[in-house]
C-alpha cells in the first residue's frame, strides 16, 4: 500500500505563512495529480489546489494569489506554501495523490492523509 504523512500544520497569526509538506512512500509505480484539500469545522471537504504530473496548477478562487502548490517527483512530496493567511482557512489540511499502486498488475487509486490542522488567529 501507499502511506502518506503530512506536516508543517500549526498556529499562526493572520497575515503569517506556513508550509505544508505531504511525503508519498510504500509501493508506488508512479504518481499522477497531487492536491491538497481542507475541511472546515461543520463545512465540506473542498480543493484547495492540485498538481499535475506535468507540474500544471489548478487554485480554488479563495487562495489564488496567496498559496502555492509544488511537487518534488524524487522525493514523492508535495508541498504547500501558504502566504497572507486569513482566519477563513483554519481548517484541517489533506493531501491526495493519485497513485499508480506497484502490483504484478498495477492499478490507479487515491490516498489520503490523516490531515494536519492549521489555525489562524485574527
Known amino acids: 500500500q501507499v502511506h502518506l504523512v503530512e506536516s508543517g500544520g500549526g498556529v499562526v497569526q493572520a497575515g503569517g505563512s506556513l508550509r505544508l509538506s505531504c511525503a508519498a512512500s510504500g509501493a508506488i509505480f508512479s504518481i499522477n495529480t497531487m492536491g491538497w484539500y481542507r475541511q472546515a469545522p461543520e463545512k465540506q471537504r473542498e480543493l484547495v489546489a492540485e498538481?499535475?504530473?506535468?507540474?500544471?496548477?489548478n487554485y480554488s478562487d479563495s487562495v489564488k494569489g496567496r498559496f502555492t502548490i509544488s511537487r518534488d517527483n524524487a522525493k514523492n512530496t508535495v508541498y504547500l506554501q501558504m502566504n497572507s493567511l486569513k482566519p477563513e482557512d483554519t481548517a484541517v489540511y489533506y493531501c491526495?495523490?493519485?497513485?499508480?499502486?506497484?502490483?504484478?498488475?498495477?492499478?490507479?487509486?487515491?490516498?489520503w492523509g490523516k490531515g494536519t490542522l492549521v489555525t489562524v488567529s485574527s
Open positions: 498538481i499535475s504530473s506535468d507540474s500544471s496548477t
Open positions: 491526495k495523490v493519485d497513485t499508480i499502486v506497484a502490483n504484478f498488475r498495477p492499478y490507479d487509486m487515491d490516498f
